[in-house]
């Protein structure tokens, strides 16, 4: 069901930028640069885009790093707990631990 959701979607959204793109045959004129630049409307389209998606990822790579830093450090932390567990289960009751009124 999900896979034909996806496939009408994906057929949808190429429809819509062929009639997007078939409305804006028009050129755009940008007077940014000291040459001016002359293109199709769809071509700033597509540009734009793509530096939405490169800023998108660049923004997206801060993230990535702090999850994989707090997953290493989580990691680190699993190893310690593992190991102070492991040593806990070798220690024969009331070998050495005496307990106290606060424990």
């Given at each position: 069901?999900?896979?034909?959701?996806?496939?009408?979607?994906?057929l949808g959204a190429l429809?819509?930028?062929?009639?997007?793109?078939?409305?804006?045959?028009?050129?755009?004129?940008?007077?940014?640069?000291?040459?001016?630049?002359?293109?199709?409307?769809?071509?700033?389209?597509?540009?734009?885009?793509?530096?939405?998606?490169?800023?998108?990822?660049?923004?997206?790579?801060?993230?990535?790093?702090?999850?994989?830093?707090?997953?290493?450090?989580?990691?680190?932390t699993n190893k310690e707990?593992?190991?102070?567990?492991?040593?806990?289960?070798?220690?024969?009751?009331?070998?050495?631990?005496?307990?106290?009124?606060?424990?």
């Amino acid at each position: 069901m999900f896979r034909v959701l996806r496939v009408l979607f994906l057929l949808g959204a190429l429809g819509g930028t062929y009639w997007l793109f078939h409305l804006n045959m028009n050129p755009i004129t940008i007077y940014f640069f000291k040459n001016d630049i002359t293109l199709p409307g769809f071509i700033f389209y597509i540009v734009f885009i793509m530096i939405g998606v490169v800023v998108g990822y660049v923004i997206s790579l801060k993230s990535v790093f702090s999850y994989r830093s707090e997953i290493s450090n989580l990691v680190k932390t699993n190893k310690e707990i593992s190991e102070e567990l492991d040593s806990l289960r070798n220690v024969a009751v009331g070998e050495e631990f005496s307990f106290t009124e606060k424990e």
